[in-house]
């Protein structure tokens, strides 16, 4: 069983996840990042691999990809420091990017390297159904690692059902058409989600795009099985805040002091 | 008007050979899907047609001349004809599409309309249809673009076009075509996007490439009247996403004895880091949307290109040629921003035209090409120079480019 999965059997609620960009906001800020997030209650990671022109993402994550390239991160450089990740990261994490990058990269020799690393899932919102099926998704498979799909409130319930046949790991509920940072009314997105949540799929859905804060995080995870903050998280980051303190402050934000502080108590153990 | 050819076409996923397809995220699929299904049924009604046709007649000036340019044609011992886009409404071949386009946003629905541009031809010629039709436009330029082509931002505003900077990345073509792209993944219920090259995910390479195939049914014709055959032996065009070619090329793909020959800008040399020729610099990859060829680094990052001429400032190419290259169907020269200047100015003072920085690339090619009297040679002149003034005048300044 891929530690995603056997994360959401064992946590089917408020599930966590929070993305970073690798090599931001300095190069070798990576797994210092990331573990700020695992000690203070992420319960996944979504790891992204900057790209020139990252079409699904807002301006705050692009530019965080500007500062992550300008600083030179490359996926060699990220494999380089992913090596001992598993040493000190206990959670899953999934790479997303986009696949200009991963071509150019070998896309044999990049599910091989993850594998490797010990990632578990991948996030390629450019990668559409059918070369998945055909050419990318055997190989994915190959290497043991899972695979999101993303649905948007536009995606029809056929398209749903198939690309959750497809997905493995779970669903990436995009909360509203919109790309990464834009703030939407939830409420009104909130429909939506219900509607995912009748439909009774085979994976776990997490919403994501637009959770900023506690309210955002709980109104996802009333019909979700949790959600995914990126933009918020990100803007938390700039400016030059000590990585430990402003992740601390940001996640208390949205878990509450008690959970965030008890998942740093866990980690210690 | 656009007949079905069969191997013109790319495949049902949008694939020609390898290139193409519709590398797109999830939250365009529902614009893109709209877009491919509806596409050809709406192109092929006889009332879209018919307005199709009228406003290419009437509005547009069409059917563009071909023009024999005699002292060109002494110069290098042959026979030129110009095909003359730069005489189109807005002074090039870029309204052929806006015009299908606009057309087609009617058809579907759409109250709203985006675009990208870099020179601001597909720009102006996106905000006239838009007046038009009286709909809303929206259009995306770079920071940088919007300083360097001043007058096209203001015939833009006063069509009543929004011009939006984008501000990201390169602040150039590239980064407002990403602008667009999201404005479209924010708006995906009411707005239509008039991408302005042969790029882009399917179908937009296909649907550009149909518009602009008007270009060479009306060469094909014009040919045969002047000269009596249908076919020439040369086809010349610049290439930036490629539109203008793959309109001058498209009745002629299948017709094995006429030569291709698509221009790409070198800038200040192939090699020398400031360059924009695609097919020689860039390796296959995905870009806005479709495999093809792309100028990038080792790792996959999109590179910036250069050219003097902002619409081949780009460092892609549509799908359709990264196929023709490969294939060796066409064959891909270049030429320098200085090659493009002589050119421009040997047009103007052998025949009184004064081309556009672009189209000036494919008349630089033509010192490249080994031609006799016996050959025909048709070139695509994409454009009028009016927005190149500037940079002609420092020319003639003798200053520097
Ligand atoms: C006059 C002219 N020619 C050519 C081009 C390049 O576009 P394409 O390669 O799509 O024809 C442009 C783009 O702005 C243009 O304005």
């Known amino acids: 069983m891929s530690r995603i999965t056997e994360l959401f059997k064992r946590k089917s609620s408020k599930v966590l996840n929070v993305y970073c960009t690798a090599g931001f906001p300095r190069l070798d800020s990576t797994l210092e990042v990331m573990k700020a997030l695992q000690d203070n209650g992420a319960d996944l990671i979504e790891l992204g691999m900057p790209y020139s022109d990252p079409l699904a993402d807002g301006p705050v994550i692009q530019a965080s990809s500007t500062v992550a390239l300008s600083n030179g991160m490359t996926l060699a450089t990220l494999f380089g420091q992913l090596a001992r990740m598993r040493e000190s990261i206990g959670v899953p994490v999934l790479l997303m990017g986009y696949m200009n990058p991963v071509l150019q990269y070998g896309f044999e020799r990049f599910c ?61 509920a995009v909360s509203s058409s919109s790309t990464t940072g834009k703030d939407k009314d939830m409420g009104e997105q909130e429909a939506y989600f219900a509607r995912l949540q009748q439909m009774q799929l085979k994976n776990p859905v997490l919403v994501g795009f637009g959770i900023r804060d506690r309210g955002t995080f709980e109104a996802a995870c009333r019909h979700a099985n949790g959600a995914i903050i990126g933009t918020a998280y990100i803007r938390a980051l700039e400016g030059g805040a000590d990585v430990g303190a402003a992740t601390k402050k940001f996640l208390s934000g949205i878990l509450g002091p008690a959970e965030a502080s008890g998942a740093a108590k866990k980690s210690a153990i | 008007m656009i007949k079905e050819r069969v191997s013109t076409s790319p495949d049902e996923r949008g694939y020609y050979g390898k290139f193409g397809g519709a590398f797109i995220p999830e939250m365009l699929y529902p614009n893109v899907e709209e877009l491919r299904r509806r596409y050809l049924e709406i192109m092929h009604e006889a009332a879209f047609q018919m307005e199709y046709r009228d406003l290419l007649r009437d509005y547009v000036g069409r059917p563009s001349p071909l023009y024999l340019a005699g002292r060109l044609s002494a110069k290098y011992n042959t026979r030129i004809y110009l095909k003359r886009e730069d005489l189109n409404h807005t002074g090039a071949h870029k309204i052929n599409n806006t015009i299908g386009q606009i057309l087609l946003a009617q058809r579907l629905g759409k109250r709203r309309i985006i675009a990208e541009t870099g020179a601001g031809q597909h720009g102006v010629a996106t905000a006239t249809v838009c007046a038009l039709k009286g709909i809303e436009c929206i259009v995306y330029m ?6 360097r082509q001043a007058p096209n931002v203001a015939r833009m505003k006063m069509l009543g076009a929004k011009v939006v900077p984008a501000t990201s990345g390169s602040k150039t073509l590239k980064d407002a075509t990403n602008e667009a792209i999201r404005d479209w993944i924010n708006n995906p219920v009411d707005t239509h996007y008039i991408i302005g090259s042969v790029v882009g995910p399917h179908p937009y390479p296909d649907l550009v490439a149909r518009f602009q195939s008007v270009i060479s049914e009306e060469t094909r014709a014009q040919l045969k009247e002047k000269t009596g055959s249908e076919l020439p032996t040369h086809v010349i065009a610049c290439v930036g996403g490629g539109s203008n070619a793959a309109g001058a090329f498209y009745h002629f793909l299948e017709e094995g004895e006429v030569e291709l020959i698509a221009v790409e800008a070198a800038g200040h040399g192939i090699h020398s880091g400031m360059s924009a020729a695609t097919t020689q610099l860039g390796k296959p990859g995905i870009l806005h949307g479709s495999r093809s060829y792309v100028m990038q680094t080792e790792d996959g990052q999109v590179v910036e290109p250069h050219s003097i001429s902002a619409g081949l400032d780009y460092p892609g190419i549509g799908p359709l040629h990264a196929y023709l290259f490969d294939s060796g169907r066409a064959t891909f020269l270049s030429a320098t921003d200085d090659e493009a200047v002589a050119a421009a100015f040997e047009l103007t003072r052998l025949e009184g035209i004064i081309p556009a920085l672009e189209s000036a690339h494919a008349v630089a090619a033509l010192d490249q090409l080994q031609l006799n009297e016996q050959d025909t040679v048709v070139l695509c002149l994409s454009g009028r120079g009016d927005k190149d003034m500037a940079t002609y005048m420092r020319v003639m300044e003798g200053g520097n480019i």
């Open chain 1, 112 to 172: 091989a390297d993850a594998a490797a690393a010990g990632v578990d899932g991948l996030i390629l919102p450019d990668l559409p159904i059918y070369e998945f099926e055909t050419e990318y998704g055997p190989v994915m498979r190959k290497c043991g690692l899972d695979f999101v799909f993303l649905v948007t409130p536009e995606t029809s319930p056929e398209r749903i059902r198939q690309v959750d046949g497809l997905s493995s790991g779970f669903l990436y």
């Open chain 2, 142 to 147: 770079g920071e940088k673009d919007i300083e």
